[in-house]
């Protein structure tokens, strides 16, 4: 097996990029470990929760040869972001769209030369901060969910949010996702509902309008555009549905950046 690359951001903290024998002095002390796996046909992207054992990093199939972890102190974790991961010890979630995306930008370095390794520090860093922030608010789905429904069905309902995160911007129907995830429309609702807590037009509402916010922000797109790209049809449905989740109109929203 080849040496793993190693990417040094600290004296607290470590990303390991595949497996192997790789130099351990540069790897920190008192070290817990998120070993992320990138996932496949009939396999889920997942964060594995190593709370004191180096020897855990590799050996789990599931994850394949080129896993990547992020290894640091233990007392960093605490101070930086009052999550202590002996409590998750052994645990495995599901990854977010969102996070499989930093996750896989760290592991194909699109830099090359001088600029990979300061990239490379930069997303080990955005990677491990986003994943403590969604673990310390309990928002990443716990694979196969406590036993309360199958693993399968738990992927199943992970994708269906993967794709209402990845293709937010177009038709999205119940017995379409339903279709694309291969489970019945029943059990998408219900299941979706207990894992997100919300249901899948509440879902797709927050995306639609987090985007749309994004975008009156940082671009100058008429509002009417901004609103159709967003899914609605008209002006009007879309200002009571952004002042339903930001209190204020379009227009007004953007004034902010304006007034700034």
């Avoid at 040496?3 to 497996?19: C, I, N, Y």
């Avoid at 992970?158 to 293709?167: G, T």
Wanted: charged share 25%; hydrophobic share 45%.
């Amino acid at each position: 097996m080849h040496a793993a690359e190693l990417t040094f951001v600290s004296p607290e903290m470590s990303a390991l990029v595949g497996q192997g024998a790789t130099d351990r002095t540069a790897i920190p002390s008192d070290a817990a470990v998120l070993v992320y796996a990138f996932g496949g046909v009939g396999t889920a992207a997942t964060v594995r929760v190593v709370a004191d054992s180096m020897s855990e990093i590799v050996g789990d199939p599931e994850e394949g040869p080129e896993s990547l972890s992020i290894i640091v102190q233990r007392a960093a974790l605490v101070r930086l972001f009052g999550w202590s991961p002996r409590a998750s010890d052994g645990a495995r979630f599901h990854l977010t769209s969102e996070l499989r995306a930093i996750a896989v930008a760290l592991r194909d370095c699109p830099m090359e030369g001088a600029a990979r390794q300061p990239y490379r520090l930069a997303k080990s860093i955005e990677l491990l901060c986003e994943t403590a922030r969604l673990l310390v608010s309990a928002s990443l789905v716990p694979v196969a969910a406590e036993g309360a429904m199958s693993l399968a069905d738990s992927r199943r309902l992970v994708d269906a949010r993967r794709i209402i995160d990845e293709r937010w911007s177009e038709k999205l129907t119940l017995d379409g996702l339903a279709r694309a995830c291969g489970i019945n429309r029943a059990k998408l609702t219900r299941g979706f509902r207990d894992l997100y807590h919300c249901s899948i037009a509440e879902a797709l509402a927050e995306r639609r309008l987090g985007e749309a916010s994004r975008r009156l922000l940082t671009t100058d797109l008429p509002v009417s555009k901004i609103g159709y790209d967003s899914g609605y049809l008209n002006n009007a449905s879309f200002a009571r549905a952004f002042g339903r989740r930001f209190g204020v109109s379009p227009s007004e929203y953007r004034g902010r950046r304006l007034a700034a």
